[in-house]
């Protein structure tokens, strides 16, 4: 049973950083490849990294590359998502989700977590 729990989130000023952290409560976290995505009020949840899962050629999108790295400690059963240089445009709910494949698509994703608020002012 995978079970998912995010934390880092919070308010930050325009040019700052937060990383965000997802803990698997479960035994099985090494079996899984581990996505972030976001979502905005009135947007459709999007994509923004995944990681294999012996961390080998993470997946960004293009716009976020560079300003975001996904990481994984297997020992630790989490997830990260450092963000820097953070913009207002940034600003979303992000979760993470557990998946069988690397896919930017969320119907590959089996398991979500409840999400984490992210907030950039500018």
């Known amino acids: 049973q995978v079970q998912l729990l995010e934390s880092g989130g919070g308010w930050v000023q325009a040019g700052g950083s937060l990383e965000l952290a997802c803990a698997d409560s479960g035994r099985t976290f090494g079996n899984y490849v581990m996505g972030w995505f976001r979502q905005a009020p009135g947007k459709e949840r999007e994509f923004v990294a995944s990681?294999?899962?012996?961390?080998?050629?993470?997946l960004y999108v293009d716009s976020m590359k560079g300003r975001f790295t996904i990481s994984r400690d297997n020992a630790k059963n989490t997830v990260y998502l450092q963000m820097n240089n953070l913009m207002p445009e940034d600003t979303a709910v992000y979760y993470c989700?557990?998946?069988?494949?690397?896919?930017?698509?969320?119907?590959?994703?089996?398991?979500w977590g409840q999400g984490t608020q992210v907030t950039v002012s500018s």
């Open positions: 989700a557990a998946g069988a494949v690397m896919s930017r698509l969320t119907r590959s994703y089996n398991y």
């Open positions: 990681i294999s899962k012996s961390s080998g050629a993470p």
